[in-house]
């Protein structure tokens, strides 16, 4: 039975149609988005759900993500008043609290996809870390060299700090706090893989890993786009190469997940010659 149909059969509502389909759990925490119709009922709803799923220790409504730091804005609607929780996936641990973090559950399988293209000894430049999305699992799974771990957001550094400890991998990364702009000089030609996981008109940020990026590196920029703009956005990509004297060669461009109506998160894999 689907959640929809579940939470359907357990509310006496006029608005039924309009109850969400899908959800997100984080360790002992759901996330789910309501119509706003639907607002009036949150409790009730947020009651109902923790009735389906007992494992669950608190139950939020999400309102938005906002600002470059991309924080959540999220109302618990029922349970615990705690939002931290301690979530296990592909045998990593991540602690972090969903009131002031964004966790990606559909970037799962591209997770495990990065971690099997990286080759014995590279040196890794994750621009966008957070809280160790990409980070740990390299760190754990590869046979990377060392990871440089980038973000400008000090709370989800506190908790990648704390993550790195979980899983046991102190050795593998440096973590570096601020602007990715501002470490171009100190990190020119380090790495032979850089991670951009912006979503937003990453491709702003492409001189800055083009710098950063060793001879024939390899980089994967991460961006929202419609499908029919993909062709636009692989020209944009190849004038920024030219502009910065490099040629950049497209080897793919992997869907990770739909984002919103007509809307695709996509991975453009590239290799760069300078």
């Not at 618990?76 to 602690?95: D, M, P, R, S, V």
């Not at 559909?106 to 040196?123: A, P, Q, S, T």
């Not at 990409?134 to 973000?151: G, L």
Request: hydrophobic share 40%; aromatic share 8%; with cysteine.
């Amino acid at each position: 039975m689907s959640f929809y149909t579940k939470l359907n059969s357990k509310l006496n509502l006029k608005e039924l149609k309009d109850l969400p389909h899908g959800y997100q759990i984080i360790g002992k925490i759901l996330l789910i988005k309501l119509k706003p119709k639907l607002l009036k009922h949150k409790k009730i709803i947020g009651k109902a759900i923790l009735e389906m799923f007992p494992y669950i220790h608190t139950v939020c409504l999400i309102k938005d993500i906002s600002s470059v730091k991309r924080k959540p804005k999220i109302e618990i609607i029922a349970g615990c008043k705690n939002t931290q929780t301690l979530h296990k996936e592909h045998g990593c641990q991540f602690l972090l609290d969903v009131s002031k973090i964004m966790w990606s559950q559909g970037n799962k399988e591209e997770r495990m996809r990065l971690v099997k293209l990286i080759k014995n000894k590279e040196n890794v430049v994750d621009m966008f870390a957070g809280i160790g999305y990409f980070t740990i699992f390299i760190a754990k799974y590869s046979k990377s060299e060392k990871i440089y771990a980038i973000d400008i957001n000090p709370v989800a550094l506190e908790y990648l700090r704390k993550n790195i400890w979980l899983n046991g991998v102190e050795n593998k990364i440096e973590i570096l706090q601020g602007d990715c702009r501002k470490f171009v000089r100190p990190l020119e030609n380090t790495a032979d893989r850089v991670l951009m996981g912006y979503l937003f008109e990453t491709e702003k940020f492409l001189p800055c890993a083009l710098k950063i990026a060793k001879n024939n590196a390899f980089i994967h920029l991460h961006r929202t786009v419609k499908q029919e703009e993909i062709e636009k956005v692989k020209k944009k990509i190849i004038k920024i190469g030219k502009k910065n004297n490099c040629k950049i060669k497209i080897l793919n461009v992997h869907k990770v997940k739909s984002y919103a109506p007509k809307i695709w998160h996509v991975v453009f894999d590239l290799k760069l010659s300078k």
